[in-house]
């Protein structure tokens, strides 16, 4: 019986590996190095939450992606100042 069931198991994983390193050949790399249009969504008031994304999102920028992002924490005066991205769109939630 364990032989049986030792099998099932040694199965399921080369199937489930070699079904992950298609996807990760052809779903998750940008192998025309195109430039996406990226589009980030933050309606959530907790600043840690924008926290964890925004150094991705930069860094999308920095790489020649567009990215919008939509939030309640703009870039400050400094930061683009510092850095100017031209490729990085703030679209403010906060009422003026």
């Not at 364990?2 to 192998?31: D, G, H, K, P, R």
């Not at 933050?42 to 939509?70: Q, Y």
Request: proline fraction near 4%.
């Amino acid at each position: 019986m364990w032989q049986v069931y030792s099998f099932s198991v040694l199965i399921l994983i080369v199937v489930f590996s070699t079904y992950c390193s298609t996807v990760n050949e052809t779903m998750f790399v940008n192998a025309t190095k195109s430039k996406l249009k990226i589009l980030g969504i933050f309606g959530h008031l907790g600043k840690s939450h924008f926290d964890m994304f925004k150094p991705l999102l930069e860094e999308l920028a920095r790489r020649g992606h567009e990215v919008t992002v939509v939030s309640y924490f703009p870039r400050t005066d400094d930061a683009k100042a510092k850095e100017p991205l031209p490729n990085y769109k703030d679209i403010n939630l906060v009422e003026n």
